[in-house]
């Protein structure tokens, strides 16, 4: 949004959360329409659940089985869009194109990946990308396999697909309204979805760095932080439901 001298009349993060703001409207139409859901929504409630999956908080006030096959799509890539940030998507678009960001967008995707130059940017940009790709499609074929003896080909593919976006980008939205926990006792899929969730947790400068530099020497800091962090919180979150749960027959104990 540059003016007639060239400068920017919004700051990079107020252009970013324009972009974002545009996303969640665009869903929100789109989650509105007729053939979007069984039963219809009100703005309100499509306006909630665009900014959730944008957001990638999972909060819903309407059950995502209420939505068609088009909404639920229309989630999922809501979710990827929040989860890779939409400038990546923008940065890899420019790049097949071949085309190259000019000076207004290169100031907006600096701020967006935290890079000071354009090498850099399109660098991380493809890095992000293929990082995605590559853990997604390992969750993908692997839940698949594990849904596929209780139901057909067509629904374990897209049982996979919904569940693989939704784990990996932490977006926490589900097909049912009881969740995953019809497969409390399935260890395939709760290892699968678990692995998901902290991978993509852990951000993907982080497993960039740990593609790079295979040494716990070499990465830096900020990651062996971040890994510290995440290891400690879920041993400590995991002995504390343990001992508070353990002789609860609703949730541990019978299973």
């Known amino acids: 949004m540059p003016n007639n001298n060239g400068h920017l009349w ?19 139409s789109l989650l509105k329409l007729p053939f979007a859901t069984i039963e219809s929504v009100s703005w309100l409630e499509a306006a909630f659940t ?7 908080t999972g909060l819903a006030v309407v059950d995502t089985a209420n939505y068609t096959y088009f909404g639920q799509l229309v989630i999922i890539v809501l979710i990827q869009f929040g989860g890779l940030g939409f400038m990546t998507f923008a940065v890899l678009a420019f790049f097949s194109l071949q085309r190259r960001l000019n000076l207004t967008s290169q100031k ?3 701020e967006a990946f935290a890079e000071t130059s354009f090498s850099q940017i399109t660098n991380t940009a493809k890095s992000v990308f293929m990082i995605a790709i590559c853990v997604e499609m390992i969750g993908f074929i692997g839940l698949t396999l594990c849904f596929l003896p209780e139901m057909s080909w067509g629904q374990a593919l897209y049982q996979g697909f919904f569940y693989t976006i939704s784990a990996f980008n932490n977006a926490g939205f589900a097909l049912s309204s009881d969740s995953l926990s019809g497969y409390v006792d399935h260890a395939g899929i709760n290892f699968i979805i678990t692995s998901l969730i902290i991978i993509g947790g852990l951000g993907f400068l982080v497993i960039k760095d740990l593609a790079d530099n295979r040494s716990w020497h070499k990465i830096n800091i900020n990651t062996k932080l971040i890994l510290v962090s995440t290891l400690g919180l879920n041993l400590i979150a995991f002995m504390l439901f343990w001992l508070l749960e353990h002789n609860n027959p609703a949730t541990v104990t019978n299973h």
């Not at 665009?50 to 990638?56: K, P, R």
Request: charged fraction near 5%.
């Open 10 to 28: 919004l700051s990079p993060p107020m252009i970013l959360a324009v972009g974002f703001l545009f996303l969640i409207a665009t869903g929100s």
């Open 50 to 56: 665009a900014t959730s999956a944008v957001t990638v």
């Open 108 to 110: 907006i995707a600096r």
